[in-house]
């Protein structure tokens, strides 16, 4: 590192190259912290600073990878304020599974790493953090229990429509999308006409204990 540099810029700069170096290595080796290792090494990082840089090797990679395609996506967007919400959520999706399928024989190898039952939770960490990217491009700001709602079915759609994308190519994964969000856009105008229960309130507590934690 340069002792000029600042620390945090060092590290962005050094994830971003350290990524690239794992998008090239990823679909021979696996999601692995072998290979991890093996792209530090091919970005020009010693041992050390590969352990500095991704402290917790593939999770750390997916994340970048995930949060890569997140901004890719946001990028290639454009301005929601002429569209309708569901053209701008069929937009979103789109745009992060074209970001995603750019990078298709190293995000086969993420998926199937964040499948994994340990790995589980970052991946559904991720598809939340996805969902909750897309719907503030949308302009949503639900604070009741749409939030939730709305980021756990965008982030499923996300999930499985990538799988379609990967399997099947693009036509197929459209279509896909298409149909799942009619599937959505019904369902929300029939709870539009329904009074809001206990039960229902109590999954948005619990969803928000998941995202916030318990407060004493």
Do not use: C
């Not at 970048?64 to 967007?77: G, N, Y």
């Not at 002429?82 to 979103?92: E, M, P, T, W």
């Not at 539009?192 to 928000?208: D, F, M, N, S, Y």
Request: aromatic share 6%; proline share 6%; charged share 25%.
């Amino acid at each position: 590192m340069d002792m000029q540099e600042d620390p945090e810029a060092w590290l962005r700069r050094a994830e971003e190259a350290v990524l690239t170096a794992a998008l090239a290595r990823a679909p021979a080796m696996g999601w692995t912290r072998a290979m991890a290792t093996a792209a530090g090494a091919d970005a020009g990082f010693t041992p050390g600073e590969t352990e500095l840089i991704l402290p917790h090797g593939p999770a750390d990679l997916a994340a970048l990878l995930s949060r890569r395609h997140d901004a890719a996506a946001l990028a290639a967007l454009p301005d929601p304020a002429g569209l309708k919400i569901r053209q701008r959520i069929r937009a979103a999706v789109l745009a992060r599974l074209e970001a995603a399928a750019f990078d298709a024989p190293a995000v086969r190898r993420w998926s199937g790493w964040l499948a994994l039952p340990p790995n589980a939770p970052q991946g559904l960490s991720l598809a939340w953090e996805s969902a909750d990217a897309l719907w503030r491009w949308a302009g949503d700001t639900a604070a009741d229990e749409n939030h939730y709602s709305k980021r756990a079915i965008l982030a499923g759609i996300l999930v499985s429509a990538l799988a379609v994308r990967l399997r099947q190519g693009e036509a197929e994964s459209e279509a896909y999308v298409d149909a799942r969000i009619a599937n959505v856009m019904a369902f929300e105008a029939w709870k539009a006409k329904q009074t809001p229960g206990k039960p229902l309130r109590r999954l948005a507590e619990g969803l928000g204990r998941l995202r916030y934690g318990v407060r004493g």
